[in-house]
């Protein structure tokens, strides 16, 4: 998220960290228009009877007019109990199509059907049946980021908040095979202890978050603690450092309850939006000016309104590959 667009601020114009440890103050500016769009957004959303779930990294004025803000786990979760019958899934696109395959009788629509994942797209079926073929007795276990027919080829879905859960429960003598996140599968395999075969995949905005420029921070600013999001790049070298090593949701949580008053966050930085938001006693300095995901800022409030005008989007996935596919997000959903 750039600090250009406003939303690299705390919402109120407020101190915002630099990965080199200085702080300036940038004021918040959102379009002049959003105020009419955000009104317009709730009375559409009446007439259509419709949700709006955002996750943690869309552009701060997106997270405002959402009724449920989240990661994976958190949305698809939201999206299975939710009564409304449209749901506008402002996210990426393997995230809309998780809500339509658990939610086959909803209408599920993505403001921006470019809004892809870098790290999905490191992974093809055809790279799973091969992994198989050699490995009859393997499991294989995917990160929620991938695409339904990756998913159609995997055992069990895991998402960065119940990985270890997940991996726990499977026998302990089986192979496994873990797609596509290559920094998330290595924190699994060492919590885990587990024989574990690691794709080398990975998130751009999560490997812009450099080691050393995570030290250097963390020199300027002693006194903050450090959240670290598993996908990161800088994982293996500063997992044992971090103070927390957490999902999005788990940050929330975390800092809800820590009494500490500054933090470092490694993460993409539209969660910055949500914890300033949530907390603007609190100073939060981004581990990296650099962790933006391009796909997901291709969702905006505009397209967000475009998408409840014109019921665009939608995102549907092919029944046959909907019906394998949506069980291993079923059992992670039954283990957590
Ligand atoms: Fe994919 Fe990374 Fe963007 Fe998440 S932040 S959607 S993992 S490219």
């Not at 003598?173 to 599968?185: H, M, S």
Request: aromatic share 6%.
């Amino acid at each position: 998220m750039s600090e250009t667009n406003g939303h690299a601020t705390n919402g109120n114009g407020h101190s915002n960290g630099h990965s080199n440890g200085s702080v300036t103050t940038t004021p918040t500016r959102e379009p002049a228009h959003y105020a009419l769009l955000k009104e317009k957004i709730a009375v559409l959303k009446q007439e259509r009877q419709a949700i709006i779930l955002a996750h943690n990294y869309q552009e701060g004025a997106i997270q405002d007019v959402a009724d449920f803000c989240g990661d994976s786990l958190g949305l698809a979760r939201m999206a299975q109990k939710t009564d409304a019958k449209v749901i506008l899934f402002c996210g990426v696109h393997f995230m809309a199509e998780t809500a339509a395959m658990l939610c086959p009788e909803k209408i599920v629509l993505i403001p921006d059907l470019n809004a892809g994942c870098s790290l999905a797209d490191m992974i093809i079926p055809e790279q799973i049946r091969a992994w198989r073929a050699k490995h009859p007795d393997g499991v294989v276990v995917c990160y929620v980021n991938t695409s339904a027919t990756v998913k159609a080829e995997c055992d069990y879905c895991v998402t960065s908040t119940n990985g270890i859960k997940v991996i726990e429960r499977i026998p302990a003598d089986k192979e496994i095979l873990f797609v596509p996140d290559y920094y998330l599968g290595s924190y699994l395999k060492a919590k885990t202890k587990r024989h574990i075969h690691l794709w080398k995949g990975y998130c751009p905005a999560h490997a812009a978050i450099l080691p050393e420029k995570v030290d250097r921070l963390r020199e300027a600013r002693p006194e903050a603690e450090f959240l670290l999001h598993p996908e990161c790049g800088c994982t293996t070298k500063q997992m044992d450092l971090a103070d927390q090593v957490l999902s999005t949701e788990g940050m929330v949580q975390y800092v809800n309850r820590s009494p500490a008053k500054e933090f470092i966050v490694a993460t993409e930085n539209g969660l910055l939006h949500r914890l300033r938001t949530q907390h603007p006693e609190k100073t939060f300095y981004p581990a990296s000016e650099y962790a933006t995901c391009h796909h997901m800022q291709r969702n905006t409030l505009e397209k967000a309104f475009m998408s409840l005008v014109n019921m665009q989007h939608v995102v549907t996935v092919e029944a046959t590959i909907a019906e394998r596919a949506v069980l291993p997000i079923r059992r992670m959903l039954d283990i957590v």
